[in-house]
């Protein structure tokens, strides 16, 4: 084995150590949130654990960790298709994997912000009225699926860009 695929062959070790990292990471915020209101995370803004978050803040939280258990869920079956399967995984193809949770947290808070603005409309009802622990799972599976095919949502995102200006322009 040469030099070069030898330190290949140990880069490509740390993508799945990476989705496995956030995995659990975001496993854990989820549980911390429906067991704790994320108390655990309100330090990041200087409060304590009595400290509670807005509703708003709540949900947008589930919705950003459906986004990451999403675009994991992405991670680890595209790794395991081009890594196992099509043995075509290239070094080119890490700076995907490294970059694919922060796209997942710009999904998340995108997604959710277009939920809440009235411009993506869903068959179901996530209102936190009646059921708040509906309205978890609504923004968490809203997040999953939209983390999970960034690449529909983002070409979503451009035709309602252009529907918005198009609008805009006419007034």
Known sequence: ???????????????????????????????????????????????DERTQFPELIYFL??????????????????????????????????????????LALVVGILVFALIQAGLFVLAGNVSSEKSPESATLGYLAIGGVAGYNWDVFIKKLQELSVSVLKSQSKE
């Open 61 to 102: 939280n589930f919705a950003i960790i459906g986004s990451l258990l999403g675009s994991a869920l992405l991670g680890i079956t595209s790794f395991h298709r081009y890594k196992a399967i099509e043995k075509s995984f290239e070094v080119d193809h890490i700076w995907g994997y490294f970059f694919l949770p922060v």
């Open 1 to 47: 084995m040469s030099k070069i695929q030898n330190a290949y062959s140990k880069i490509v070790v740390i993508v799945p150590l990476y989705i496995f990292a956030y995995t659990l990471g975001a496993v854990w915020l989820l549980f911390d949130g429906w067991l704790n209101q994320f108390s655990s995370i309100t330090w990041l803004w200087g409060g």
